[in-house]
């Protein structure tokens, strides 16, 4: 094969090149876990943590529990509970405390 007729891509160095950027990405990410355990449900996009009761996570569990307090009632004696809300993260303030009053933050600065 000429050397015109060979894609730059496949050139001995060019893969070279990419192993080692391939090494370089994957220490990367033994020293810098992608995910990580976390206690608590946070926001990828904003860095928002939820509080103890975002439960958004637990969408089935939740459904479940509300559908199975429904069975055998009448669609009249039907009650839900707010325990049996699904609550995002969107329900978390982006405010922080300053001489007791909130102030809103711009999560993304």
């Not at 090494?23 to 943590?49: D, N, Q, R």
């Not at 055998?72 to 609550?87: A, R």
């Not at 993260?89 to 922080?96: G, V």
Request: glycine share 4%; hydrophobic share 40%.
């Amino acid at each position: 094969m000429d050397i015109t007729d060979k894609n730059v891509d496949a050139s001995d160095s060019r893969v070279k090149r990419d192993i080692e950027d391939i090494k370089k990405l994957l220490e990367w990410f033994l020293l810098h876990e992608p995910f990580p355990v976390a206690e608590k449900i946070i926001s990828i996009a904003s860095g928002i943590v939820g509080e103890e009761k975002i439960n958004c996570h637990n969408i089935r569990e939740v459904g479940i529990t509300s559908v199975t307090r429904m069975f055998g009632q009448t669609f009249n004696n039907i009650k839900l509970k707010c325990v049996d809300k699904v609550l995002p993260l969107l329900t978390i303030s982006s405010a922080i405390k300053v001489h007791d009053e909130k102030v809103p933050i711009d999560p993304v600065l």
